[in-house]
């Protein structure tokens, strides 16, 4: 409960940072509507029986590189005001601040999600489900963006005391939320075209959010400071005659 109360604490200061900035957000915002317009342009011509086929990519694509792009400066602040370091030597449980960095970027994900949903939901006739069924969709962005916050905040990390490896993530990034893109693909063709295979889907989706969180918050902490090397027989002989 401490740990949940300080990840909590921690995620209301970076949202209320974002709210006064708007950096992250608004450029999020913009990237989904620039995407979801080219989607739109390219796959107009689509018929609608070949919609449902395309309409989950043009989601999960969309939520792939906003997510990549959110969780390249979701440390920025850290970052530029080398603030990281007082953070690590605070009384802060470290898988606090991934749960931290993780809701912030399940709050933008979800809200450049809802911009897709509905601008796709206007777009193509095959996206009618998504405002027929809204709690199901619902629930399937929340599982999907989920999972990929998840895995990428970990990732994130590793790469926030470099300024210059930001280019890294999106090459280990997408390989490994490709499980969890690809569930959330298949369970959203399932939604548009009606399977009651939908909950099973949805069902795996939810199974994989659980390891990557629990696999997230174990790794967390040596991804991010690094794991401390072993002294050598000589180096601590050296020591000892000293």
């Not at 792009?69 to 920025?76: A, E, Y």
């Not at 895995?151 to 490709?178: C, D, H, Q, R, W």
């Not at 989706?205 to 794991?227: D, H, I, K, S």
Request: some cysteine; proline content about 4%.
């Amino acid at each position: 409960m401490v740990a949940l109360r300080q990840a909590w604490l921690l995620a209301v200061n970076d949202l209320r940072q974002e709210a006064r900035d708007l950096e992250l957000i608004l450029t999020s915002s913009f990237f989904s509507l620039v995407v979801l317009i080219m989607l739109g342009m390219s796959f107009s011509a689509l018929g609608v029986s070949s919609q449902p086929l395309a309409v989950p990519g043009m989601l999960w694509l969309s939520v792939a590189f906003v997510g990549a792009l959110t969780l390249g400066r979701i440390f920025t602040r850290e970052r530029e005001f080398d603030t990281l370091r007082a953070l690590l030597v605070a009384p802060v449980e470290r898988v606090s601040i991934y749960l931290a960095k993780a809701f912030v970027t399940l709050v933008i994900l979800l809200g450049c999600s809802f911009i897709t949903v509905l601008g796709l939901t206007l777009l193509f006739p095959a996206a009618q489900p998504f405002a027929e069924r809204p709690w199901a969709t619902a629930a399937l962005v929340l599982m999907g963006c989920t999972a990929y916050a998840g895995v990428g905040t970990l990732f994130a990390a590793g790469l926030a005391s470099s300024s210059g490896k930001n280019v890294l993530l999106s090459v280990i990034l997408y390989p490994l939320t490709m499980p969890s893109l690809l569930f959330a693909l298949v369970a959203t063709r399932s939604l548009l075209e009606g399977h009651e295979s939908f909950t099973t889907y949805l069902g795996q989706l939810t199974a994989t959010n659980v390891l990557a969180f629990v696999v997230g918050a174990w790794l967390f902490e040596p991804v991010l400071v690094g794991v401390p090397q072993k002294r050598s027989g000589t180096a601590r002989a050296a020591r000892r005659r000293r």
